[in-house]
């Protein structure tokens, strides 16, 4: 624990003196002053800042704003107060304005992901297995992430039970080829059945024992590679969609076409108010210093239309 700052009368008087010379106006003019311009802070900031339900600007924010602008550009008179507040008001819609884009951005980026990952393709391949043509259910789930884990979780699940009962029963068999791979187990299923046979034949003339141990042989022989084989597609498909979902981030960073030209225009407009305003209250203040100013440059309508 850090020990209490012994404050020595000196430094303490020191202090005292600081203070009392505070920044803040201290004529009544200059007070009265500084009210009327927090007063007037607050009114704009009612017009301009959005308190709404959802959205709610910063007000703080807001009249922080109006003190810097109005510090820094110093207006007198009401008019060019009014160009002054013109100015932050172009300036706050225009931070408005970015942040609308960086909104667009998020919601297209965001948005694609979301929809992506609530697509499962996975259930539609269970559901229609005979459109998967004739490459075959096993095969068309080796091509997705989701169709890779759910293999695996299958196999799995065979090779757990194989080696719990001893040997591949009838109905694990059944559970594995008409249920998890929808009638469509393709050469795996004719392997796996082909030991079934073997063991019941029993070629080889071996004792009961010896034979169980040999069909539970087998059966690991054939399940182990296609597992290993899952597992390798699943990496590769891993590696490709996050590829691919980073690819298709990328390209949302951009809005659509219209959505950006909306805030483009928005922009422009803001940008032209904005300047045509700082133009006018500089001329305003160089002809209050006493500067000769000529009068701007105005075109002919009628002339113009002719």
Not at 18 to 41: D, I, Q, W
Not at 70 to 80: A, I, M, Q, R, W
Request: hydrophobic share 35%.
């Amino acid at each position: 624990m850090r020990k209490p700052m012994n404050i020595t009368p000196e430094k303490l008087e020191a202090n005292r003196r600081n203070a009392e010379k505070s920044t803040g106006p201290k004529t009544e003019n200059g007070k009265t002053v500084s009210k009327l311009n927090a007063l007037k802070h607050g009114l704009l900031a009612q017009t301009v800042v959005v308190c709404g339900h959802k959205l709610k600007e910063s007000t703080n924010e807001f009249k922080k704003l109006c003190q810097d602008f109005y510090t820094d550009l110093n207006p007198v008179g009401p008019l060019e107060e009014m160009l002054v507040d013109q100015i932050i008001s172009l300036t706050w819609r225009l931070r408005r304005a970015r942040t609308a884009e960086s909104g667009e951005i998020a919601l297209s980026v965001d948005g694609g992901w979301w929809q992506r990952e609530k697509h499962n393709p996975l259930m539609d391949t269970l559901a229609f297995p005979q459109l998967c043509g004739t490459e075959g259910l096993v095969r068309k789930l080796q091509q997705s992430v989701w169709g890779c884990r759910y293999l695996i979780h299958c196999l799995s699940n065979l090779r757990f039970e194989v080696e719990r009962d001893g040997e591949l029963t009838e109905a694990a068999l059944k559970q594995f080829t008409e249920q998890n791979l929808r009638g469509q187990p393709e050469n795996l299923g004719e392997k796996l059945e082909q030991i079934r046979i073997w063991t019941a034949a029993n070629p080889e003339k071996l004792e009961p024992e010896a034979l169980r141990t040999r069909h539970k042989e087998k059966v690991l022989k054939c399940l182990n590679p296609e597992i290993r084989d899952a597992e390798y597609w699943l990496e590769r498909n891993e590696k490709r969609e996050h590829a691919e979902e980073q690819a298709r981030q990328s390209a949302a960073v951009l809005p659509s076409a219209e959505i950006l030209e909306k805030i483009l225009r928005y922009e422009t407009a803001l940008e032209r108010q904005l300047f045509r305003a700082m133009n006018q209250l500089e001329r305003l203040q160089r002809r209050r210093l006493g500067e000769n100013i000529p009068a701007p440059v105005t075109m002919d309508i009628s002339a113009r239309a002719q």
